[in-house]
């Protein structure tokens, strides 16, 4: 019989300048106007399962608290940070949907010395708090100078839902190659677009092209039409027929759609591709 440990690993999240103590190593600072915040970032946290060793007699199941810093680009004017959050390289799929800027930790960069506090009703840094409107910080100076700060978050992108990781197999005709099988287990990642909307990538697994490229939308009736992306380095086209689909059940996409490599017609490229959640 195999044991199963559970352990329970509470992941702490260091203080990040929320708020800078006056220490005795740093007289220089003690006259210090400084009361600025020079960044803001987002933080969220979710409970991971970690199975170590899965079928083993050793086999151990962790239960983790994860924590991930959102990506983000900021915009500082005068008295006020502007944050656009979106998600980093290799965010959870699964976590994505969960996110919101109700309930998220917020942490801002101040200088040496100096300390920071919300006013009125703003979320306290390094606590989960609701970020979907303005939120407004005093900033006091280690010689008492105070500035107060507007921090302003952008919406999160949207996620779909349908973006996800894809095991990918289907068929490729190539006119002067003839037919392509892809391989078991390839896998590529849809991506958001827009609500409806996803972003694919055509035959990687045989072209090993990231530019070609085209777009996935999901109707209600299931149907998929798909299109061309202008940004990609050749335009994919649907087939008429047979339609292309997407089935709930199996959380599955079948694709029909071509290209004419360097837009020649006798140049074709036909795929069949389907897509399955992985």
């Known amino acids: 019989m195999k044991n199963k440990y559970i352990n329970l690993i509470i992941v702490a999240l260091s203080s990040l300048a929320l708020v800078s103590c006056l220490k005795k190593d740093l007289p220089q600072m003690t006259n210090s106007g400084l009361n600025d915040i020079s960044d803001f970032n ?3 946290k979710y409970v991971d399962t970690i199975v170590d060793n899965k ?3 050793q086999e151990n199941t962790r239960i983790q608290v994860e ?3 959102l990506s983000r680009t900021k915009t500082i004017s005068n008295d006020t940070v502007y944050v656009t959050p979106g998600f980093p390289a290799g965010f959870p799929r699964n976590e994505k949907p969960k996110v919101t800027l109700g309930k998220i930790w917020g942490y801002a960069n101040i200088p040496e ?3 920071i506090a919300p006013v009125g009703t ?6 989960p708090g609701d970020f979907t409107k303005p939120a407004e910080y005093e900033v006091t100076a280690a010689n008492g100078n105070k500035k107060k700060w507007v921090v302003v978050v952008s919406p999160l992108p949207v996620v779909n839902a349908w973006e996800g990781t894809y095991l990918e197999s289907g068929t490729l005709n190539h006119a002067s190659a003839g037919l392509q099988t892809c391989p078991v287990g390839f896998t590529q ?8 909307k996803l972003k694919a990538t055509a035959g990687f697994w045989y072209f090993n092209n990231s530019g070609i490229t085209y777009f996935i939308n999901v109707n209600a009736d299931n149907t998929v039409t798909i299109s061309s992306d202008p940004d990609a380095v050749v335009a994919i086209q649907q087939e008429a027929t047979p339609a292309s689909t997407y089935d709930p059940v199996n959380k599955r996409f079948t694709l029909y759609y071509y290209y004419y490599s360097g837009g020649n017609p006798a140049n074709w490229r036909k795929f069949n591709t389907v897509l399955t959640l992985k």
């Open 113 to 115: 010395a100096a300390i």
């Open 189 to 196: 990642d849809l991506i958001t677009v827009s609500a409806t």
């Open 55 to 57: 079928g083993t007699p």
């Open 67 to 69: 924590t991930v810093q």
């Open 122 to 127: 703003s979320p306290a840094l390094g606590k």
């Open 42 to 44: 987002l933080y969220y």
